[in-house]
């Protein structure tokens, strides 16, 4: 039920609501906006400080796409990881200062998102990352709806392109394998526990020997490069990809003699000789080395584990279990993007079909 005369409302998901007077137009019609509390006194605080900070439309129309977008970066701050907060941060300083950046945000229109996004891909930006980019610009669109009422057009996304995820043949993957068990060091290692377990690079450098027992790997944190607002990178360990991500690996029979060659009481599992951890872009640089050593042809790390999953599939494991294995937030992921029949695997699935007739 509303307090009366207060616009102050008990929502059906438990949250108070106070709406107020966000806006005023020219012509002195009226935009209200909404905010939110835990409890009654909470949102009428938050009423309170509104009413007596307001803005005005005509104000808010002189901000450019620019402004808005670092205005919204800045309310989500408390939402979203850190890395992702640089790397949002890092592509409205690098792709918004010029073009659509400098329009007011009440002048955006379809062909300033077009010529956009073409000035984009005439630089030669990859699809995918210029997708991330355009996604922001989304992102800002909603909060200036949200915020102040400005509606502003569709943004469209480029049609993905989704190539063959590179996977290990079975020769390769026995190849690679014959020379990871000679004279097994701890970066052969790291690329054998990562083959047979689907461990994302981030997570295999992040993790540490107390969390590996009784067989199992438990997975909780992810290490990566990012890149501060001082200009430098900085390698950080934070919680993994997703909720799902937070899971336990078994470890393969055959892998736990090894896992116990190297076990040690405490630290990181992949460490360097001075004991300090090995970070992401070391480990792809040590691999990339390795198979070029041996013989098999240059690929990147994550190949391991597309190998995995489709390895994982040929020996007829479900999907589900799959999924929860490579830390997936639903099925259709595991499906559709990390796993790959071979013609093998064809073949023998449609010599399975049922025949009772005589030719």
């Given at each position: 039920?509303?307090?009366?005369?207060?616009?102050?409302?008990?929502?059906?998901?438990?949250?108070?609501?106070?709406?107020?007077?966000?806006?005023?137009?020219?012509?002195?019609?009226?935009?209200?906006?909404?905010?939110?509390?835990?409890?009654?006194?909470?949102?009428?605080?938050?009423?309170q400080?509104?009413?007596?900070?307001?803005?005005?439309?005509?104000?808010?129309?002189?901000?450019?796409?620019?402004?808005?977008?670092?205005?919204?970066?800045?309310?989500?701050?408390?939402?979203?990881?850190?890395?992702?907060?640089?790397?949002?941060?890092?592509?409205?300083?690098?792709?918004?200062?010029?073009?659509?950046?400098?329009?007011?945000?009440?002048?955006?229109?379809?062909?300033?998102?077009?010529q956009?996004?073409?000035?984009?891909?005439?630089?030669?930006?990859?699809?995918?990352?210029?997708n991330?980019i355009?996604?922001?610009?989304?992102?800002?669109?909603?909060?200036a709806?949200?915020?102040?009422?400005?509606?502003?057009?569709?943004?469209?996304?480029?049609?993905?392109e989704?190539?063959?995820?590179?996977?290990?043949?079975?020769?390769?993957?026995?190849?690679?394998?014959?020379?990871?068990?000679?004279?097994?060091?701890?970066?052969?290692?790291?690329?054998?526990?990562?083959?047979?377990?689907?461990?994302?690079?981030?997570?295999?450098?992040?993790?540490?020997?107390?969390?590996?027992?009784?067989?199992?790997?438990?997975?909780?944190?992810?290490?990566?490069?990012?890149?501060?607002?001082?200009?430098?990178?900085?390698?950080?360990?934070?919680?993994?990809?997703?909720?799902?991500?937070?899971?336990?690996?078994?470890?393969?029979?055959?892998?736990?003699?090894?896992v116990?060659?190297?076990?040690m009481?405490?630290?990181?599992?992949?460490?360097?000789?001075?004991?300090?951890?090995?970070?992401?872009?070391?480990?792809?640089?040590?691999?990339?080395?390795?198979?070029?050593?041996?013989g098999?042809?240059?690929?990147?790390?994550?190949?391991?584990?597309?190998?995995?999953?489709?390895?994982?599939?040929?020996?007829?494991?479900?999907?589900?279990?799959?999924?929860?294995?490579?830390?997936?937030?639903?099925?259709?992921?595991?499906?559709?993007?990390?796993?790959?029949?071979?013609?093998?695997?064809?073949?023998?699935?449609?010599?399975?079909?049922?025949?009772?007739?005589?030719?």
């Amino acid at each position: 039920m509303p307090r009366h005369g207060e616009n102050i409302y008990k929502r059906k998901d438990g949250r108070w609501e106070a709406r107020y007077v966000k806006a005023i137009n020219i012509d002195g019609s009226k935009k209200y906006g909404s905010v939110y509390g835990k409890s009654y006194a909470e949102a009428k605080d938050k009423q309170q400080y509104c009413l007596i900070h307001p803005t005005t439309t005509q104000n808010v129309f002189n901000y450019t796409v620019k402004s808005i977008l670092f205005e919204w970066l800045e309310t989500s701050k408390n939402h979203i990881k850190h890395s992702t907060y640089i790397k949002y941060e890092n592509i409205i300083k690098t792709h918004y200062e010029d073009s659509i950046g400098r329009i007011f945000i009440r002048l955006v229109n379809t062909k300033n998102i077009q010529q956009f996004t073409d000035y984009l891909l005439d630089k030669s930006i990859s699809k995918n990352t210029v997708n991330n980019i355009l996604i922001v610009l989304g992102m800002g669109f909603e909060y200036a709806k949200e915020e102040y009422g400005i509606v502003c057009p569709k943004v469209h996304l480029l049609k993905s392109e989704h190539d063959e995820m590179d996977v290990l043949s079975e020769s390769e993957q026995q190849d690679l394998m014959n020379h990871l068990l000679k004279n097994t060091d701890i970066y052969d290692f790291a690329i054998l526990l990562a083959l047979y377990t689907g461990l994302r690079i981030g997570e295999l450098c992040a993790l540490q020997w107390g969390e590996i027992f009784n067989g199992r790997i438990y997975v909780s944190k992810t290490m990566q490069r990012i890149r501060m607002n001082s200009g430098k990178t900085e390698v950080v360990v934070t919680p993994p990809k997703t909720d799902k991500s937070n899971r336990c690996v078994p470890i393969p029979s055959f892998l736990l003699p090894i896992v116990e060659r190297f076990k040690m009481q405490s630290g990181y599992v992949i460490r360097q000789d001075n004991g300090k951890f090995v970070e992401p872009r070391l480990m792809q640089i040590k691999f990339s080395q390795r198979i070029k050593a041996y013989g098999i042809r240059q690929t990147h790390f994550h190949t391991l584990r597309h190998t995995f999953a489709t390895r994982c599939i040929e020996s007829g494991m479900d999907a589900k279990t799959l999924s929860e294995i490579l830390g997936h937030s639903d099925v259709k992921t595991t499906l559709n993007k990390y796993v790959h029949s071979s013609f093998e695997l064809k073949q023998t699935s449609i010599d399975k079909l049922p025949f009772d007739y005589a030719i």
